[in-house]
């Protein structure tokens, strides 16, 4: 018996939104402890007026009337949606925030103040536009929530299996800790945990020594033996992630264990993996081994989060 699981969804009025949610809602209705609170935050006429020059808020009542009632329909849509996606109805409750000035971080400070494990956005919301792969206000949540898991929903996602990514880093038991958490109820979907494994790196001139037919044999030991701990590290880490699923009650025969060597690159590697395994939903920490602390997204996430494919995207803090 796994501890409940609490997302919060935010949501605008769009279409993109409520059918993110409903096809999240198809993933989660098998999970018996799932609870979805589903936000919107009403839009502040002032942010309406500095948007649209010539919006007239007058006479206010009467707009903040109408505003709300249209945020509270929303809310009820996206409820049914959950509903009809098989999310128990008890298990769905709804938030309306007015006047809302910054969507993005009334998000954040509701899932603190609400104790949610995860924080749900839609890729796409009502003001993307064509040329935008990412809604403006779930990339500032993407980019800013380093307290809590984000997942990016893409309302086209259609393939059901499960891809966890691993990199060596420590990171790597919580994202697959996430990962059985909250999906070990799909028991009939296939998980993949997937290390693709980086090139040793090494300088110009140490290179031309080890490959030289008079390189010291210490240096080629050092070299193999470089190359073996990375693998060993690899194998390691897929392990331990199948024994997390294991203990979570995932069948073994739906676990599968993958390393590959770097081809065109961790995250475009991860993207073949995704089209090729027919995987649907994609866990992947927001930063790897390298702890840059100006970046709260490191850059395989980012790529990652940037590409239009039709998937859930986990990001694990």
């Known amino acids: 018996m796994t501890d409940p699981t609490k997302l919060l969804f935010g949501i605008d009025t769009s279409d993109f939104s409520r059918n993110a949610l409903g096809a999240l809602g198809k993933f989660m209705a098998g999970n018996k402890g799932v609870h979805i609170q589903i936000f919107h935050g009403a839009p502040d006429l002032s942010v309406i007026g500095a948007k649209y020059p010539f919006f007239d808020p007058q006479p206010r009542e009467e707009t903040l009337r109408r505003l709300n009632a249209e945020s509270k329909k929303c809310l009820e849509k996206a ?88 990199v060596g880093a420590p990171i790597g038991e919580r994202i697959t800790d996430h990962a059985a958490h909250h999906f070990s109820h799909l028991h009939d979907i296939r998980f993949t945990l997937f290390h693709v494994i980086p090139p040793v790196t090494l300088k110009a001139d140490c290179l031309s020594q080890v490959l030289s037919k008079d390189a010291p044999e210490q240096e080629k030991k050092r070299v193999t033996e470089s190359m073996t701990l990375q693998l060993q590290l690899a194998e390691k880490a897929l392990e331990e992630g199948k024994q997390k699923f294991l203990q979570y009650g995932i069948p073994e025969k739906n676990i599968h264990l993958k390393k590959q060597a770097q081809e065109e690159g961790i995250a475009r590697d991860i993207l073949t993996e995704m089209e090729r395994g027919d995987n649907g939903i994609l866990v992947v920490g927001r930063k790897g081994s390298k702890e840059i602390q100006q970046y709260s997204l490191g850059s395989k996430a980012y790529k990652l989060l940037c590409a239009s494919r039709p998937f859930i995207l986990c990001l694990v803090n």
């Open 79 to 166: 409820k049914n949606a959950l509903i009809e996606a098989g999310i128990d109805e008890d298990s769905v409750s709804v938030l309306l925030k007015e006047n809302c000035t910054d969507p993005a971080g009334a998000i954040q400070d509701l899932a603190e103040a609400e104790g949610s494990d995860s924080i749900g956005v839609a890729r796409f919301g009502e003001s993307t536009i064509g040329r935008h792969v990412i809604g403006s206000v779930t990339s500032r949540i993407a980019s800013s929530s380093e307290k809590f898991p984000v997942w990016i929903v893409d309302h086209r996602v259609k393939a059901r299996h499960v891809l966890v990514c691993l």
